[in-house]
C-alpha cells in the first residue's frame, strides 16, 4: 500500500506540473516542474514520507532501465545516423567529454575557493 | 492447415503491447546478469547490451520499432515520475547542497551551457544539419526533459531520446577514467560532472562508485534537468544572433 500511495503522491505532482505548465504556457517540461513542487512540499513539511520514499527508491534504483526503450528507438533513426554520422559521434563524444572534464575541474576548484572559510563560520551556524 | 496456431499467435502477439514490454524487461534482466557477471565493468553497461539484443531480435523477427513500442512505451512512460522522485534525493542532500551551494551553482551553469554550447558548436563545425545540431543540444538532460526541449528548439525529440541515451553511456563508460586523468578524487565532483554530463545512466554509474557520488550526481541531474530547461531554448537564441548558421 505505501509504495502504490508514493507512486500515485508521484503522478499526481507529475499531472499537476503539466497542467500547469500547459496553462501558463512555461518553458519547462511537467515533470521537471512536478519535481520542483515536490521537493518544495517535502521541504515544507521537513521530511520524506515512507511512502514517496519507497517509491522514489525503487523508481531511481533501476533508472537505466527506463531509458532503454528510448535507445531502441536508434533502430528508427538509422538513416539519418548513417548519413550525418559524422557530426553526429564526434558532436556527441567530444561534447560529453569535455562538459564532464570542465564540470568536474570547475567543481573542484570552486568547492576549494568557497568551502574553505566555511568550516569556522558554519559553528555558529549550527 | 494443421497448425494455424504459430501464425495466429505472432499475429496476436505482435499487435499486443505484453510483447514489447517482456521482452525488454527480460533483454534488461539478462543485460544486468552479465553486467555483474563482468565484475560491474562499464563496457558491459546494461543499458548497452539491452539495446543491441532488442535491435537485433526486432531486426531478425521483421518487427517496426512503432510496434515495439506499444509495449516499451509502458517503462519508457515511467521517467516521468522518477523525474518527479528526483525530488526525494535532492531534499535528502539538500543540508550537503546548502554547503556548497555557490560552487554547485556555478557548475551547474557553466556544465549546462558548455554541454550544450559545445554540442552545437561542434555538430555545426562538422557540418551537421540544424536539425541535428538542435537534437543534440539537450543531450546531457533526462530523456522527458531533453525531448521536450528538443522539440521546442526544432530538433527531433525521437532522435533527442536516441542521442540522450548514448551520451549517457558515453559518459558512464568513460567517466571513471577521465576522472583519473585529470586527478579529481573528490567525490562530490565527480558526482556533480556525472550528473550534469551524463544525467540518469551517469548517475546508476555513480552510485556503484560510491553513494555519496550517487547522491550528487542525482542531485546535479535533477537541477541541470531545471536549468537546461531554462538555459538551452535562451542559448540557442543567442547563438543564432552571434554565429548564423
Request: hydrophobic content about 55%.
Amino acid at each position: 500500500m505505501q509504495f502504490l500511495n508514493g507512486i500515485t503522491l508521484l503522478l499526481v505532482y507529475q499531472l499537476v506540473g503539466e497542467i500547469t505548465v500547459r496553462l501558463l504556457g512555461l518553458p519547462i517540461p511537467g515533470p521537471v516542474l512536478g519535481m520542483v513542487m515536490l521537493f518544495v512540499t517535502l521541504m515544507i513539511r521537513g521530511k520524506a514520507p515512507e511512502s514517496v520514499d519507497q517509491a522514489s527508491t525503487a523508481l531511481l534504483s533501476h533508472l537505466s532501465l527506463l531509458f532503454v526503450p528510448a535507445g531502441v528507438g536508434m533502430m528508427a533513426h538509422f538513416g539519418r545516423i548513417a548519413d550525418e554520422w559524422v557530426p553526429i559521434t564526434l558532436a556527441l563524444l567530444l561534447s560529453t567529454v569535455i562538459t564532464m572534464v570542465a564540470t568536474a575541474l570547475i567543481m573542484q576548484v570552486t568547492t576549494r575557493w568557497f568551502a574553505k572559510p566555511l568550516p569556522e563560520k558554519e559553528g555558529g551556524d549550527e | 492447415m494443421n497448425e494455424p496456431g504459430l501464425k495466429d499467435i505472432w499475429v496476436y502477439l505482435s499487435a499486443s503491447p505484453l510483447l514489447g514490454l517482456t521482452i525488454t524487461l527480460v533483454a534488461y534482466g539478462l543485460a544486468y546478469r552479465l553486467y555483474l557477471k563482468t565484475n560491474s565493468n562499464p563496457l558491459a553497461n546494461p543499458v548497452v547490451t539491452s539495446v543491441a539484443m532488442l535491435i537485433i531480435l526486432l531486426l531478425a523477427t521483421g518487427t517496426s520499432y512503432s510496434d515495439y513500442f506499444e509495449g516499451g512505451q509502458f517503462v519508457h512512460f515511467l521517467l516521468g515520475p522518477a523525474t518527479v522522485a528526483l525530488a526525494v534525493p535532492l531534499y535528502q542532500q539538500f543540508s550537503r547542497l546548502r554547503q556548497l551551494w555557490l560552487p554547485v551553482t556555478i557548475s551547474l551553469f557553466c556544465g549546462v551551457v558548455i554541454a550544450a554550447g559545445s554540442s552545437i558548436g561542434l555538430a555545426r563545425l562538422l557540418g551537421g544539419s540544424t536539425e541535428i545540431q538542435m537534437s543534440l543540444a539537450p543531450k546531457s538532460a533526462t530523456a522527458p526533459v531533453a525531448m521536450g526541449i528538443s522539440e521546442k528548439i526544432g530538433g527531433l525529440p525521437s532522435l533527442t531520446a536516441v542521442l540522450v541515451v548514448i551520451t549517457g553511456i558515453t559518459g558512464a563508460v568513460l567517466g571513471t577514467k577521465l576522472f583519473e586523468w585529470i586527478r579529481v578524487r573528490d567525490d562530490t565532483a565527480k558526482g556533480i560532472a556525472m550528473g550534469v554530463a551524463a544525467h540518469g545512466i551517469g548517475t546508476a554509474r555513480a552510485f556503484q562508485v560510491s553513494s555519496q557520488m550517487g547522491a550528487f550526481s542525482g542531485l546535479a541531474m535533477a537541477l541541470s534537468a531545471f536549468a537546461t530547461a531554462l538555459l538551452v531554448p535562451w542559448l540557442v537564441d543567442l547563438l543564432e544572433a552571434w554565429i548564423p548558421a
